[in-house]
């Protein structure tokens, strides 16, 4: 099975930046991954994704704002998050598709991790 870990998480203040980062257990260089948000009271939302090959999409609210990308090497997928909002607020996931899978919502995304918190104040 595959393990992802989060961290990076912590509070910062309005306009701040924070790099999360998702340490994976195993070599998933051919697997979508990704991360999405959890609010108490809400639904779920879809953060970022990357592809294999590099390709990569944004939930609305955070385009241009936020970067993912991915560490192959070092089995890390990261996030980038800049120009923080108090919205932004939540509880961040990593998560990584099935070998050979064909989803692409990372919502969908069997292998989760733990979770990590960020508060914008």
């Known amino acids: 099975d595959v393990q992802l870990v989060e961290s990076g998480g912590g509070s910062v203040q309005t306009g701040g930046s924070l790099r999360l980062s998702c340490s994976i257990s195993i070599y998933t260089y051919n697997r979508f991954k990704g991360w999405f948000r959890q609010v108490p009271g809400k639904e779920r939302e879809g953060v970022a994704v990357?592809?294999?090959?590099?390709?990569?999409r944004y939930g609305d609210s955070v385009k241009g704002r936020f970067t993912i990308d991915k560490d192959n090497a070092k089995n890390t997928l990261y996030l980038q998050m800049k120009r923080l909002k108090p919205e932004d607020t939540g509880m961040y996931y990593c998560?990584?598709?099935?070998?050979?899978?064909?989803?692409?919502?990372?919502?969908?995304?069997?292998?989760r991790g733990q979770g990590t918190q960020v508060t914008v104040s």
């Open positions: 990357i592809g294999s090959g590099g390709i990569t």
């Open positions: 998560a990584a598709e099935q070998l050979y899978g064909t989803c692409r919502d990372v919502l969908e995304f069997p292998a």
